[in-house]
């Protein structure tokens, strides 16, 4: 596999995403938007306080609780454009995916069944529109994600923001809205416990977090995209595959009578993400799932260390679920019969807020993840 030339090794931070710089602003819009909460008074309804710093954002609506969420899909978009020559393929039925998936997987963790979404797609120029092949896989990849979540597309906005972005691509978000009922399946922050066994499901590959580096790993070696992976397949059309939509699973859980203690979508900030819970907890895991190839080559070719690659990436592990001991096994068949490879793969344990991977002697203390206000 190849090495970047002359470096000794590559991070995120070099490939332009700086999360000491970013968490900062979003704890600050944190504080604001923590003031605007009395603005609800008007309507009658609550927040729910302990969602803000989740991935979704609760409203008590009395007879149901309103989880919303907004998220984009970043910069996967121009992997697309690169192996579009190479493949023939546009992608963008897998790009569709990902931006739902993003908002989906998010909406999830706090218990909420997603129920609609928004699209919001802001191109570069009018013509980003008039590839009329492109434009199909982008609109049957999004309505395919929907019918296999469950969920009503509403509609969207397609902006042309001719100068803002740039005139040959375009930027994909969504917005997603979600329902918790009965309220017992509310998951944040008061139900985790010591003793919770921890499950991982598997991720289809990079899923849509640490691009940019994997961008940038293309760019700087010799075969760029075209690189062959260990399973023989290009590093470029690896990166496109898309990410797992778990909600299924969710859904399927609780009718199996299973409501987890606390989710965790393992997205930027990689295993990190794995401490997120408010509270002091130490989360050991004692079995890693198997690498991806295609993050297997990002790591040694941008000679990335252990605690560098599951700092930034998945590395295998696309969501947590916390769940009681007991349901630790029939939550991983549940996971495996809904078509996700699931391993129970670690424990909650009182202690300093920490993940220990014990496999590969990596420690993620509270001082590396920085969300809350």
Not at 63 to 89: F, H, N
Request: charged share 20%; net charge negative; with cysteine.
């Amino acid at each position: 596999m190849a090495n970047i030339p002359n470096s000794t090794s590559m991070d995120y931070k070099a490939a332009g995403v700086d999360y000491a710089k970013i968490d900062p602003l979003k704890i600050d819009a944190q504080r604001a938007a923590k003031a605007t909460a009395g603005n609800l008074a008007k309507t009658g309804y609550t927040e729910i306080a302990a969602s803000r710093g989740e991935s979704a954002y609760v409203i008590d609506m009395g007879d149901v609780l309103l989880a919303s969420i907004t998220e984009c899909l970043g910069t996967k978009v121009l992997i697309a454009d690169a192996m579009r020559p190479i493949t023939g393929k546009t992608y963008f039925d897998s790009l569709a995916q990902d931006t739902l998936a993003m908002a989906i997987n998010d909406i999830i963790t706090v218990g909420a069944t997603p129920v609609s979404v928004q699209a919001y797609w802001a191109a570069g120029s009018s013509e980003w529109f008039d590839d009329k092949q492109r434009a199909h896989d982008l609109v049957q990849g999004w309505k395919a994600a929907c019918d296999h979540c469950n969920v009503s597309w509403g509609g969207g906005e397609t902006p042309s923001l001719v100068g803002v972005v740039n005139p040959d691509t375009i930027d994909l978000a969504a917005s997603c809205i979600g329902v918790v009922r009965p309220r017992e399946r509310l998951t944040i922050a008061d139900k985790l416990a010591a003793g919770d066994a921890i499950v991982l499901l598997a991720a289809s590959g990079i899923h849509a977090n640490g691009v940019s580096l994997a961008r940038k790993v293309a760019a700087e070696t010799a075969s760029g995209y075209s690189a062959k992976l260990s399973d023989g397949r290009l590093y470029g059309d690896a990166l496109l595959d898309p990410t797992v939509l778990y909600s299924p699973i969710t859904e399927a859980l609780y009718a199996g009578g299973i409501v987890p203690n606390y989710c965790a979508n393992i997205t930027g900030h990689g295993w990190r993400k794995l401490m997120r819970h408010p509270a002091s907890f130490t989360y050991r895991f004692h079995t890693v799932p198997p690498v991806p190839p295609v993050l297997g080559y990002l790591q040694q070719a941008a000679r990335m260390s252990d605690a560098e690659a599951y700092g930034t990436f998945n590395m295998g592990a696309g969501f947590a679920l916390f769940v009681p001991a007991a349901d630790a096994e029939k939550t991983a068949r549940i996971a495996a019969d809904n078509g996700v490879a699931a391993w129970v793969a670690g424990v909650v344990e009182t202690g300093p807020k920490q993940v220990v991977i014990e496999p590969l002697g990596v420690t993620f203390t509270d001082a590396d993840l920085h969300l809350r206000a």
